[in-house]
């Protein structure tokens, strides 16, 4: 029988064409007679537009439209914000400043050239008002807000945490710190926007999440959504920022319908890093309590981090806390500082990449004032079933995890003390930590068809972000319908297909992925009693329950020489093809279970103790996400994540004027991310885990567990080599000196 295509290591079908440049990104869909549209973006934090002068502006060559709070067309829904992760949008509808950079106005022009320079020739006057962006100087005004995340409680307690800590015979008590940071994906956000009359509009976006975009641009336009279509066949990477629709969208929109024209607009580098989120800072003072043995009996994680004025996002970073260890008395918040900056969002592993890297810390300290092996701790706190919900784990193989990275690491000949291990004149550390990421499934749809000549369509909106979506879809079509994989092609990325949730949370695959199973099965079902019931096909009343599908065909397990191969089959059938479409649900079986992903993250950093230069020599990391669906995309994302822990923990941090609130390191020149340089080789172990409850097809998301823990474990590696403990992240050499 042939090998099942899902776990297998496939080559992305997407892969040829974005080699030779072929495929068309959002901004890359030709559109007849498109006009340019460019934002221009205020330079004050915080205030009023006294006054916007814009003659010399219109009269430029080749302008269409110059639009500004002065005369921007009222939208009717420009206020909505329906869920918490919805935003609050800058639409030109009022003169108020709310954080720098924000958009004052849109200039449309028959060239992007032409756009940008008369951009330049409006001159705006500001009533200033106080900027106030220092997290740390407005700890006190902190709040309570309405969630964790999108839907988590902000606070949690169990047992007795105050009377715990009171009696810990080891007690570690620390603040630690994670910065703003921006998403940066290479390709940047733009879109055209493309109406057909007042009253239906088509957008071509770069989008996680076509249908919230679908359903914001109906709410702020006062549109049925059925008139309102996105495409977004390929997205250059989104990380998060993607996620939700921002203000240049639907300004976009507004000036499409203004001019009566097609309009492209696309932000410069500069403005994605204010127009379209960011990670939060956050603040984070985690206590824990242990006994002489090491085993914990207190834990307290609270959290503060920054949202802006206008809306509101919390990041989650405690959640983890509440169920990553075996304690019995635990308690967690999240407080938010509202400052004058633009709205953060999710960003890869919201809340996990930043709450990790303290509670990893943290047990890293416990270990050192217990003198205890810091894999041995978290092995001694192992947590057999999840002790917030008090539920068994769907599947859990952390023990596995630690084992396997820890011996290809070598992890046993690690000396513990502080600067007792070298290479020549460099000074060697090693660190370790947990990364974890919970496994959501969200209801999800698709539809498969068979053709004519046998081969297999997949259509669902869901988005392709570059993580494999075209292929792992494609992958289990053809293993549900027994076909080969150049057989089938998929159709994504437009919300004329079936509906489909965001791309992010680690769920396409879980989500989106399972519907295609099941709607798969739903077709070979049909192909099944079609079969059965046509008296000239060899499979005429054969009993169903002995009919396989393999290599093309239909046959009768037992009798190899009953079977009909699906071009036959569908021969005789009217039409043109044969469908099926499902909409899968979250498994109920999930509910009395909890779900999570787990793997384990070590770190070799070597130290030049002259320069205090620390360079990420090696990665061995293990994780545990259920069915692996493509051996090769699978350990593409792995290696991402864990490269991007490796800026998260040594570079990447946006840096605000306090005085303006403007970012000022606004490119990749000064916003700096790993190159090459930077990266050593990565070693990832799959570990192999049997899941029968997260979903239909057993696989865990992976988009996002890599970069957790990761951060930790090279700030455990620094203490290591060097002694020194680094808190505050990202790990400068004026910190090591």
């Given at each position: 029988?042939t090998?099942?295509w899902?776990?297998?290591?496939v080559?992305?079908?997407?892969?040829?064409?974005?080699?030779?440049?072929?495929?068309?990104?959002?901004?890359?869909?030709?559109?007849?007679n498109?006009?340019?549209?460019?934002v221009?973006?205020?330079?004050v934090?915080?205030?009023r537009i006294?006054?916007?002068?814009?003659?010399?502006?219109e009269?430029?060559?080749?302008v269409?439209?110059?639009?500004?709070?002065?005369?921007?067309p009222?939208l009717?829904?420009?206020?909505?914000?329906?869920?918490?992760t919805?935003?609050?949008?800058?639409?030109?509808?009022?003169?108020e400043?709310?954080?720098?950079d924000q958009?004052?106005?849109?200039?449309?022009?028959?060239?992007?050239?032409r756009?940008?320079?008369?951009?330049?020739?409006?001159?705006?006057k500001?009533?200033?008002g106080?900027?106030?962006?220092?997290?740390?100087?407005?700890?006190?005004?902190?709040?309570?807000?309405k969630?964790a995340?999108?839907?988590a409680q902000?606070?949690?307690l169990?047992?007795d945490?105050?009377?715990?800590?009171?009696?810990?015979?080891?007690?570690?008590?620390q603040?630690?710190s994670?910065?703003?940071?921006?998403?940066?994906?290479?390709?940047?956000?733009g879109?055209t926007?493309?109406w057909?009359?007042?009253?239906?509009?088509?957008?071509?976006?770069?989008?996680?999440?076509?249908?919230?975009v679908?359903?914001?641009?109906?709410?702020?336009?006062?549109?049925a959504?059925?008139?309102?279509?996105?495409?977004?066949?390929?997205?250059?990477?989104?990380?998060?920022?993607?996620?939700?629709?921002w203000?240049?969208?639907?300004?976009?929109?507004?000036?499409?319908?203004?001019?009566?024209?097609p309009?492209?607009?696309v932000?410069?580098?500069?403005?994605?890093?204010?127009?379209?989120?960011?990670?939060?800072?956050?603040?984070q003072?985690?206590?824990?309590?242990a006994?002489?043995?090491?085993k914990?009996?207190?834990?307290q994680?609270?959290v503060?981090?920054?949202?802006?004025?206008?809306?509101?996002?919390?990041?989650?970073?405690?959640?983890?806390?509440?169920?990553?260890?075996?304690c019995?008395?635990?308690?967690?918040?999240h407080?938010?500082?509202?400052?004058?900056?633009?709205t953060?969002?999710?960003?890869?592993?919201?809340?996990?990449?930043?709450?990790?890297?303290?509670?990893?810390?943290?047990l890293?300290?416990?270990?050192?004032?217990?003198?205890?092996?810091?894999l041995?701790?978290?092995?001694?706190?192992?947590?057999?079933?999840?002790?917030?919900?008090d539920?068994p784990?769907?599947?859990k193989?952390?023990?596995?995890?630690?084992?396997?990275?820890?011996d290809?690491?070598?992890?046993q000949?690690?000396?513990p003390?502080?600067?007792s291990?070298?290479?020549?004149?460099?000074?060697?550390?090693?660190g370790?930590?947990?990364?974890?990421?919970?496994?959501r499934?969200?209801?999800?749809s698709?539809?498969?068809?068979?053709?004519?000549?046998?081969?297999?369509l997949?259509?669902?909106?869901?988005?392709?972000?570059?993580?494999?979506?075209?292929?792992i879809?494609?992958?289990?079509?053809?293993?549900a319908?027994?076909?080969?994989?150049?057989?089938?092609?998929?159709d994504?990325?437009?919300?004329?297909?079936?509906?489909?949730?965001?791309?992010?949370g680690?769920?396409?695959?879980?989500?989106?992925g399972?519907?295609?199973?099941?709607?798969a099965?739903?077709?070979?079902?049909?192909?099944?009693?079609?079969?059965?019931?046509d008296?000239e096909?060899p499979l005429?009343?054969a009993?169903?329950?002995r009919?396989?599908?393999r290599?093309?065909?239909?046959?009768?397990?037992?009798?190899p020489?009953?079977?009909?191969?699906?071009?036959e089959?569908m021969?005789?059938?009217?039409?043109?093809?044969?469908?099926?479409?499902?909409?899968s649900?979250?498994?109920?079986?999930?509910?009395?279970?909890?779900c999570?992903?787990f793997?384990?993250?070590?770190?070799?950093?070597k130290?030049?103790?002259?320069?205090?230069?620390?360079?990420?020599?090696?990665?061995?990391s293990?994780?545990a996400?259920?069915?692996i669906?493509?051996?090769?995309?699978?350990?593409s994302?792995?290696?991402?994540?864990m490269?991007w822990?490796?800026?998260?923990?040594?570079?990447e941090h946006?840096?605000?004027?306090?005085?303006?609130?403007?970012?000022?390191?606004?490119?990749?020149?000064?916003?700096?991310?790993?190159?090459?340089?930077?990266?050593?080789?990565l070693?990832?172990?799959l570990?192999d885990?049997e899941?029968?409850?997260?979903?239909?097809?057993?696989?865990k998301?992976?988009?996002?567990?890599?970069?957790?823990?990761?951060?930790a474990?090279?700030?455990n590696?620094?203490?290591?080599a060097?002694?020194?403990r680094?808190?505050d992240?990202?790990?400068?050499?004026?910190?090591?000196?």
């Open positions: 029988m090998e099942p899902v776990g297998r290591a080559d992305r079908a997407d892969a040829p064409g974005k080699v030779r440049g072929a495929v068309e990104y959002a901004a890359d869909v030709p559109v007849a498109v006009a340019h549209a460019v221009l973006t205020g330079n934090g915080r205030g006294d006054s916007l002068d814009t003659r010399a502006a009269l430029a060559p080749g269409l439209a110059v639009l500004s709070s002065a005369n921007a009222k009717p829904g420009a206020d909505t914000k329906k869920s918490p919805d935003r609050v949008l800058q639409l030109l509808q009022d003169a400043i709310v954080y720098n958009p004052v106005a849109v200039v449309v022009a028959d060239t992007l050239e756009a940008r320079e008369a951009a330049e020739l409006i001159v705006l500001y009533a200033l106080t900027v106030e962006v220092r997290l740390q100087d407005l700890v006190a005004r902190s709040y309570t807000p969630t995340g999108p839907r902000p606070d949690s169990r047992g945490v105050e009377g715990a800590l009171a009696n810990a015979a080891v007690k570690v008590d603040m630690y994670t910065p703003v940071q921006n998403h940066n994906p290479m390709e940047m956000h879109l926007a493309v057909q009359g007042k009253d239906s509009l088509t957008l071509y976006d770069t989008s996680q999440g076509i249908f919230g679908k359903q914001k641009l109906a709410a702020i336009f006062g549109l959504p059925a008139n309102v279509r996105v495409i977004s066949h390929y997205v250059g990477g989104g990380f998060g920022c993607k996620g939700t629709p203000s240049h969208v639907a300004l976009c929109a507004l000036a499409a319908r203004v001019l009566g024209r309009v492209k607009l932000l410069t580098r500069q403005q994605m890093f204010s127009l379209v989120g960011h990670r939060p800072e956050t603040l003072r985690v206590v824990l309590g006994s002489r043995d090491g914990l009996t207190a834990i994680h609270d503060v981090s920054s949202t802006s004025r206008f809306d509101e996002f919390s990041e989650p970073s405690a959640l983890q806390t509440r169920m990553l260890y075996a019995p008395n635990v308690s967690t918040s407080r938010l500082v509202r400052l004058d900056i633009p953060p969002t999710f960003m890869r592993a919201p809340g996990e990449a930043s709450g990790t890297f303290a509670l990893e810390v943290a890293d300290e416990l270990a050192s004032a217990l003198s205890m092996d810091p041995e701790l978290r092995l001694r706190n192992y947590a057999e079933r999840d002790p917030d919900e539920k784990w769907s599947s193989s952390l023990r596995e995890c630690y084992r396997l990275a820890a290809r690491f070598g992890w000949r690690r000396k003390e502080p600067r291990m070298r290479d020549g004149h460099l000074l060697l550390g090693w370790m930590a947990t990364a974890t990421y919970p496994t499934q969200s209801a999800s698709a539809r498969v068809l068979m053709k004519k000549d046998g081969r297999v997949v259509q669902a909106g869901s988005q392709d972000l570059g993580t494999g979506t075209y292929t879809l494609a992958q289990i079509a053809a293993d319908l027994g076909v080969p994989l150049e057989r089938v092609r998929c994504i990325g437009d919300t004329a297909l079936p509906e489909t949730p965001i791309s992010g680690s769920q396409t695959a879980s989500s989106t399972s519907a295609v199973k099941l709607a099965l739903e077709l070979r079902k049909k192909l099944v009693a079609t079969a059965l019931a008296s096909s005429f009343k009993p169903s329950e009919v396989e599908a290599e093309g065909a239909l046959v009768l397990r037992g009798e020489k009953r079977q009909q191969t699906y071009v089959l021969a005789r059938l009217p039409g043109s093809e044969l469908s099926a479409e499902v909409k649900e979250e498994k109920p079986e999930r509910k009395a279970r909890s999570h992903a793997g384990a993250q070590f770190v070799e950093v130290l030049d103790p002259d320069t205090c230069e620390v360079r990420v020599t090696r990665c061995v293990a994780f996400a259920g069915k669906l493509n051996q090769k995309t699978a350990r994302q792995f290696m991402g994540g490269v822990g490796i800026g998260f923990a040594l570079q946006t840096v605000r004027d306090p005085r303006t609130g403007r970012v000022v390191t606004r490119d990749l020149a000064d916003y700096h991310v790993p190159v090459n340089a930077d990266v050593p080789e070693s990832v172990i570990v885990e899941d029968a409850y997260v979903n239909e097809l057993g696989s998301g992976i988009g996002e567990i890599g970069i957790t823990g990761i951060s474990a090279i700030a590696a620094v203490y290591h060097t002694g020194k680094v808190r992240l990202p790990i400068t050499l004026d910190k090591l000196l």
